[in-house]
Each structure stands twice: as structure tokens, then as C-alpha cells.
């Protein structure tokens, strides 16, 4: 008889750990998939760039740490995602971590979980992001703003492939790959004292550059079709298709975002084009100036410089507010900005407060470029 308790709390405690991880991995599931950039494949360089494909195609089949560096916007996730999904690993889990969006305690209970009374608030226990990715790929976004203490954690994980939960004793025993990703030179970190030299070469086992989209700039019309087919029902099921003039503009542009950058004009611009085509007067002012903002024209002194940054703002939250007929959720996505910041802009600038468009003389975009700046004229940004 106390035996088969024994055994019955056992398979208790079994499915109890089960059901746990069960719902830990749906927690994670949710958020890559709440990712914009959580698109299956890579748009642009592994089609176009044969040499690119071929790196891929090399080092995803072999069990082995890959470091992507690049710059911001780039694309280095998807790169990640590349070669997870032509791995030997690709039926397991791709588990991400932004090193860079988390202090140093609660990165160390994301990335090693926690057991419950471990500190204040740890109310039960929590399986960290290396458990989860166990038999597939961990992916460490901004691993170079990692604290020493953490570094020191994660070589562990790299060598003997262990590691405790914060609060607890029992060692436990994964097996992933581990695939990093950092905006910063880590050499130079390391050169600084700021990165351990022995996990950097533990993480830089084979190196991976994502040039910027100034570098590749062949990719853009790719890049175009693949945002509006990928933002077009949501925004402006309309447009079809983008003239040779916007496209030229686009092209011609620096591009300091990056992709990132390159998705939220073409959303922006989906939003206030006309017709079935993104044309000039759609894209954001700096393009239709034909300008980058970096060289964007000194203003005459009418006004000063806070008057006419609130101004325009004053005319995009006006104009991305009528084009969702008010409703303020969808134009604070389409903003890319939180609801509650929306409500503060709002009643700031007077828009959808009183009957009938706020007051003021509207800048048009470009600082005074020949523009119907009635309410509601114009169709840009």
C-alpha cells in the first residue's frame, strides 16, 4: 500500500512538471509568434545572394555555436531562424532571448528559471529559456550587454551544457545551440575587458555578417513586395503594386533603420496612399523631399523647432486617426506607439476631444512644400 502512494505521488509530481513546462512552452510560443520580424523565412539576401544561401546552408546541418553581428534593423533574427529551421534541430524549439531589454536579475530568471521562494514575488516555479530550448536552438539577441556575473553563467551552459535555476540546487542538463546576435563589435568588448574572452570565442565559433540594406540595396524592390503582400490586408488592401518614382526614392535613401525602418515607411506609406499604388506623396516627407534626415532643410525661424515637431506630429495623429475612423487601438498600432500615449496626444493636440479638427495653421511636410493642408487634405504623412 505505501508503496503504490509512492508511486502515485511520483506520477503526480511527474505530471504536475509536465503540465508546467507544457504551459512555460506555450507562453514562449505566444510571444515569438506576437514577433513582427517572427516570419518563417529571409526575404532578400538567401534568394538573391548566392554566397549567403551557400554560408547557411553550410553551417545549419553542423552542431555548432554561430555569432551574427550587424546592425540594428538588419535582420540578424532572421538569419537565426534560417538556420535553426535547415538544422538537424528544426523539429525542436526556437527559444529567443534579448539580453539588451532586461535588467540583470530578471535575465538571469528568464534565461535560468527560478524556483519558487527564490526571492520576493517568485510564487512558484519558473523553467528558464536555455530548459525550454532543450533539443533545439537558443537564440541570445544583444548578448554583448550581458553582466560579467551572467557571462560567467552561460560559458557553463556552453561547456558542460548545466546549470541551476536561481534558489536552486539541482543541476540540470540541456542539450541546445546556442545562436547569438549583438549590434556591438565583441572583439572590441573584449579588448575593453567588458566581454570574457573565452566565451566570446566559445560564442564566435563561425561568424556571420548581415550587411546593412545600404549595402544591398538590390534587395529593396524584394523587400517592398514582401511588406505590402505581408501588411497590406491589415492596412490598405487596395494597393497593389508601388510606382517606379516611390520606388526610386526608396532606393535612393541611406536607410539608417534598416529593414526595420524599410517595413514601417511602407506601412506608413499604405496608410495614407490613394488609388492602387504607393506613389510619391504617400511616403513619409524626408522621401518625398527627395531628402535623408540628415539633410533635411533648416527651418526659415517662423517657427522654432519644438512648434513644428509638434506640429507635424499634431498632423500624422490626425490623419492616421481619420484613416481608422477614430478607433484609438488601431491608430496607436498604426503609430507604433502605446494606447495610453495615444490618450495623452489626443488630448494634447485637441483631436477627436470637440467637435471638428484642432486648430492651427498646418506645416505641410518638407516645411512648406505646396500641399492642401485643409482638414484632410493631403494624403501623406
Excluded at 530578471?106 to 519558473?126: D, M
Excluded at 542539450?175 to 575593453?192: F, G, N, Q, W, Y
Amino acid at each position: 500500500m505505501l508503496r503504490l502512494k509512492v508511486e502515485r505521488a511520483l506520477e503526480l509530481r511527474r505530471e504536475k512538471l509536465a503540465r508546467q513546462r507544457a504551459e512555460a512552452e506555450v507562453d514562449v510560443l505566444r510571444a515569438d509568434a506576437a514577433e513582427p520580424y517572427a516570419f518563417a523565412d529571409m526575404v532578400g539576401m538567401p534568394r538573391r545572394c548566392g554566397r549567403f544561401s551557400r554560408f547557411i546552408e553550410k553551417v545549419a546541418p553542423a552542431d555548432i555555436s554561430v555569432h551574427i553581428h550587424g546592425e540594428s534593423g538588419t535582420g540578424k533574427e532572421l538569419v537565426a531562424r534560417a538556420i535553426h529551421a535547415r538544422s538537424r534541430r528544426s523539429g525542436g524549439p526556437f527559444v529567443k532571448v534579448n539580453c539588451g531589454a532586461l535588467t540583470e536579475t530578471l535575465l538571469e530568471s528568464e534565461l535560468f528559471g527560478h524556483e519558487k521562494g527564490a526571492f520576493t514575488g517568485a510564487i512558484k516555479r519558473k523553467l528558464g529559456r536555455v530548459e525550454l530550448a532543450d533539443k533545439g536552438t537558443l537564440f541570445l539577441d544583444e548578448v554583448g550587454d550581458m553582466t560579467a556575473a551572467l557571462q560567467l553563467k552561460l560559458l557553463r551552459v556552453l561547456q558542460e551544457r548545466a546549470f541551476e535555476r536561481v534558489g536552486g540546487e539541482e543541476t540540470i542538463q540541456v542539450d541546445v545551440r546556442v545562436l547569438s546576435a549583438t549590434h556591438r563589435d565583441l572583439k572590441v568588448e573584449v579588448d575593453a575587458g567588458r566581454f570574457r574572452e573565452d566565451l566570446f570565442y566559445r560564442l564566435h565559433v563561425v561568424p556571420c555578417h548581415v550587411p546593412a540594406l545600404r549595402d544591398r540595396r538590390d534587395d529593396i524592390p524584394l523587400l517592398v513586395s514582401h511588406f505590402m503582400e505581408k501588411l497590406g490586408p491589415r492596412t490598405n488592401s487596395a494597393v497593389r503594386r508601388i510606382d517606379d518614382a516611390a520606388l526610386a526614392r526608396l532606393a535612393a535613401h541611406s536607410w539608417p533603420g534598416n529593414v526595420r525602418e524599410l517595413e514601417n515607411v511602407i506601412e506608413q506609406a499604405l496608410v495614407f496612399a490613394s488609388g492602387d499604388a504607393i506613389d510619391v506623396a504617400a511616403l513619409p516627407s524626408f522621401l518625398r523631399a527627395g531628402q535623408s534626415e540628415s539633410t533635411l532643410a533648416v527651418p526659415a525661424g517662423q517657427m522654432g523647432l519644438p512648434e513644428i515637431l509638434d506640429d507635424l506630429e499634431r498632423q500624422l495623429i490626425q490623419r492616421a486617426y481619420d484613416k481608422t475612423g477614430g478607433v484609438k487601438t488601431e491608430t496607436a498600432r498604426l503609430l507604433g506607439i502605446k494606447t495610453s500615449a495615444l490618450y495623452y496626444k489626443l488630448e494634447k493636440y485637441g483631436i477627436g476631444v470637440i467637435a471638428g479638427r484642432a486648430s492651427g495653421t498646418a506645416v505641410g511636410p518638407g516645411f512648406g512644400e505646396d500641399e492642401d493642408t485643409s482638414p484632410g487634405g493631403g494624403e501623406g504623412p
